[in-house]
């Protein structure tokens, strides 16, 4: 299992030196992975405060890659709001500055108006997505590509530089139709947080697929975390009701067994919480349904953001690696 770290290049915590030093301090440390959000509107989930700052997904990484040497680079997820010729460009352009691989994260989005502001509609992000990802795999690869599709179109395209390093790529959401469209155009499946038996609901069905198209499909999440030597702090600053509400994707959840979230035992696989013990205890019940990759969502203790993945780094990653 790979252990990651979600930047704060957004909200109230965001600041120059959270990215670059911040980055810096994350390769320091040992995590295999820093990841980036996507947005061109920025609205803030609840639990994130109101400030709308967000800086943009890919100078971020360019950022980060010019601040660092060897950590992979990866968007967790790019939403369909670009063209995808410059998306292909985009994440070209980023392997061949980084020089090294670059986890390459897609999903749906959300906001109309994002799309709106962009200048596409909602109703035709899944069309934009299915043909972005086919045109950046066609033009990472191949000289004078042509399009002729749905939404896109273009002639006789040479993009260069071509990507330097591994590009595996993946489709972010918590719903059984984002697995099936993990299965059918990505190298794996990563949802943000996502309750323990919803993920074992969709691991099944993924499984499936794999098997169905011969292939293994990578499963990997981004749960919050919320970390302390002191077991009891980190539990009394969690508002079960506000997480319990804070994805877009919750509708689709599986309930636990009370029919509503009451505990922070009812948060199995979107929360991480407690002491180390606690960290390692629920971090093995990931690892044991064969997850590759597994993010630490700080977004919960950005306010010592940098004391925290030290304590994790020190006393929760040796235990599990």
Known sequence: MRFGVLLPHCGAHCSRERIIEGSQLIERLGYDT?????????????????DPTFVDAFLTLAAIAGATKTIALGTAVIIPIRWPLKVAQNFASLSYLANRRIEVGFGLGANP???AAAGFDVENREKIFIETIRICERVWKENDVSW???MFQFEHVTLEPKPVGPMPTWYGGSTRASCRRAAAHTDGWLPGRVPLATLDNRLELLGQLAAERGRPIAAGTLPLWCVDEDREKARAVIDVDAIAHSSEGAKNWIMPPSGEFRTIED?????????????????????????????????????DWEEKLELIADKVLPRVR
């Open 148 to 150: 002729d599709g749905e």
């Open 34 to 50: 820093i990841w980036v959000r996507d947005h061109l509107i920025f609205r803030p989930h609840g639990m994130e405060g109101t």
């Open 113 to 115: 108006a994002e799309f």
């Open 267 to 303: 948060l199995e696989g979107i929360l991480i919480c407690g002491d180390p013990d606690d960290c390692v205890r629920e971090i093995e019940k990931f690892k044991a349904r064969g997850l590759t990759d597994l993010v630490v969502d700080l977004r919960l203790q950005f306010d």
